[in-house]
């Protein structure tokens, strides 16, 4: 990255003054020569890594002419006057921080002009806007729960209290569709070609969704304006992608040391960027087909295999990875079980459902995402992920799963994924550890999974999650199972078996052999892997470890295997005993068994790969609770002499304040 540099927050005059000191691309246009011809709502992070970039890359193209196609920020919540603020101080300009592994690239996003002042109630200088003819596009991120959708039907819903609240005064609107249906009927009796009502937002047929919320409030106002707006407003559906997590103080220092400068709002992502768009646009549009963006007849086809592919695998790994702790979604890919079972299930259940998408090979697009999700610079939290099951799973989930059965598709791996979700929110971590609540309707939720455990069908009576499918015996007998097997053996055990009983036939199953002392030697002639060099009956062990999870087999059995490895280390007598109290102690034991205590150690990096077999640990305590009598009487042995520990922090029984 550039040189250090004074820190100064970011400004235009910064900008200028630095522009030849800092290696971050900045605008090739004249921002003074820009004029705005889109309002957008909701300027979070994904606006700004997403539409924002692509207007910027069209503006700064020499001969694209798109100078009035710049954005006029807005918003009508308390956060979007204090993104404002910010944004503001920094003349609206935003630094996008693009990473993977092997690649950093910084940039800053020029076109944004301003934002529009946030000033409930009554949002004049919004309304303001939308009355300016120059206006030819009001886009929008409002996230989900801004559509005011029913969520039993997916459509409308003109009972929502909100709603039923700007009934009430529909000649002074607070939200942002009473704002824009009011915005439609002035320029219609003033003459005025009406906007483009452009959803930028992940949801199902984005555009559709829009359209229902600005007719549906149209209609309990004024049955004419709603077919006038019907037969004249545009409301393109599309497909947008970009992974882009949130903005922390790790973000904002590493611009400060990096770049040079303060930004109180980067944003980072992924390079990766899509955006396929219905041409809907009766009022006109910017050219950005020249940068990047698809403009086809039907976005439907692309925005299913999105959603399937990509949200249905966050939402088919997220809750497993809470449930072992992990922290990231790139975490989660590098665990050999998730890895594996997310594979299985796109493979076998996920893809099979999905029509052809035109131009597309599905399993091509399934290994993108998979590489995508693997970006260790992401970081993007698997708590973000986890955030508002109730309204990802009918959406991401469950319609795979009702086509599965109507086809006659295996439904396992689906159901499991389900079960996942009821176990997170029965509100423990396989360690026992709680999670904070993470559903808006939480509670309800925790209530429901805890009656689960003894009853599975409490859970898939919530119809406004499950509908028919709910009622469906194979999924009822499917969904059972798996939340039975998960409680009793534990998450990981529960994803081995599905790998085991669906393995995807691109998987070659030619000698496919357990892992054991047996076939060591077969191994070592056969592939350019690690083994231990050590005659592992010579050991005795002198350390018992509570907790054999991931990190403990990657780094303390690994540097024991590294010393008693060593030709004249004599450390025969340092081997480790495994040991658990809990239920998933026991089912890690149960595979490890089988495998002679070997464990598969796989370090990788952007340009190397080293695989080798960790041999330190020689047996594995029986779990035998509640008394745990094998684990006391391995303790009184004289030769232990070390007890070692990875509880998490919950194990430690620490007091929170």
Avoid at 89 to 104: F, G, H, I, N, P
Avoid at 172 to 196: C, D, E, S
Avoid at 638 to 657: C, H
Wanted: aromatic share 8%; charged share 25%; with cysteine.
């Amino acid at each position: 990255m550039g040189r250090h540099i004074r820190s100064e927050s970011l400004s235009i005059d910064l900008l200028v003054e630095q522009q030849q000191k800092i290696t971050v691309d900045a605008p090739t246009y004249d921002r003074k020569q820009l004029t705005a011809g889109i309002v957008h709502i909701g300027v979070g992070n994904f606006h700004r890594a997403h539409q924002a970039s692509y207007i910027d890359d069209l503006i700064g193209l020499a001969d694209s002419y798109s100078n009035e196609w710049a954005i006029l920020g807005a918003g009508i919540m308390p956060f979007d006057a204090a993104k404002r603020e910010i944004l503001e101080k920094q003349d609206w300009l935003t630094t996008l921080v693009e990473r993977q592994a092997d690649y950093v690239s910084a940039r800053l996003i020029g076109s944004m002009i301003d934002f529009i002042p946030v000033e409930p109630p009554n949002h004049d200088p919004l309304k303001a806007a939308l009355m300016n003819p120059a206006i030819k596009i009001v886009s929008l991120t409002l996230t989900e729960g801004g559509y005011f959708l029913n969520d039993a039907t997916g459509s409308f819903d003109p009972t929502h209290p909100t709603i039923v609240e700007e009934l009430a005064n529909l000649n002074a609107p607070k939200t942002v569709f009473g704002l824009i249906v009011q915005a439609l009927k002035i320029r219609r009796y003033a003459g005025m070609p009406p906007f483009t009502v452009l959803s930028c937002d992940n949801i199902p047929h984005n555009g559709d969704v829009a359209k229902g919320a600005v007719i549906g409030l149209a209609k309990l106002w004024d049955e004419e304006l709603a077919s006038w707006i019907d037969a004249n407003v545009g409301f393109p559906n599309s497909m947008v992608d970009r992974i882009t997590p949130m903005t922390g103080d790790a973000e904002r220092q590493f611009v400060k040391e990096e770049l040079g400068y303060e930004d109180g709002a980067p944003v980072f992502c992924e390079p990766y960027k899509q955006w396929i768009l219905e041409d809907n646009f009766p009022s006109g549009r910017p050219a950005l087909e020249r940068v990047g963006v698809q403009f086809v007849s039907d976005v439907k086809p692309y925005e299913l295999m999105k959603i399937r592919i990509l949200n249905g695998a966050h939402a088919a790994l997220c809750y497993a990875a809470a449930l072992l702790e992990l922290k990231h979604v790139h975490d989660a890919m590098d665990h050999p079980v998730i890895s594996a079972f997310l594979d299985c299930v796109q493979r076998n259940e996920v893809i099979p459902s999905i029509p052809p998408v035109p131009d597309t090979d599905l399993y091509d697009y399934w290994e993108l995402i998979q590489a995508r999700f693997g970006n260790p610079m992401i970081a993007d939290s698997i708590d973000r992920i986890c955030f508002d099951g109730a309204s990802r799973q009918p959406k991401f989930i469950i319609p795979p799963v009702a086509e599965n059965l109507r086809d006659g598709r295996s439904i396992d791996g689906l159901a499991l994924v389900s079960a996942m979700w009821c176990r997170y929110c029965q509100g423990r971590a396989e360690s026992g550890r709680e999670f904070e609540p993470n559903d808006p309707t939480w509670d309800k939720l925790h209530a429901t999974a805890l009656k689960a455990a003894d009853d599975p069908t409490v859970w898939l009576n919530m119809s406004g999650i499950y509908g028919d499918v709910g009622k469906k015996a194979i999924f009822v007998k499917s969904f059972s199972a798996a939340l039975e097997s998960i409680i009793e053996d534990g998450v990981e055990l529960a994803m081995l078996k599905y790998v085991k009983k669906r393995r995807p036939e691109s998987i070659s199953e030619e000698r496919v052999e357990p892992l054991s002392d047996t076939i060591l030697q077969d191994i070592q002639n056969q592939l350019t892997l690690n083994t231990p060099a050590y005659d592992r009956n010579q050991l005795t062990a002198g350390i018992i470890h509570i907790g054999v999870g991931n990190f403990h087999r990657a780094h303390q059995a690994s540097y024991l295997d590294d010393l008693i490895g060593l030709a004249d280390s004599y450390s025969n007598e340092w081997a480790i005993l495994g040991a658990g109290i809990m239920p998933f102690d026991a089912a890690k034991r149960e595979i490890l068994e089988k495998q002679d205590w070997l464990t598969t150690l796989v370090e990788r990096q952007a340009d190397y790969v080293s695989a080798r077999l960790i041999g330190s640990m020689i047996d594995f305590i029986p779990v035998e609770p509640p008394n745990h009598d094998p684990l006391k009487a391995a303790l009184m042995n004289p030769a232990i002499k070390i007890v070692s520990l990875t509880l998490t922090e919950g194990g430690y029984f620490l007091n929170d304040a």
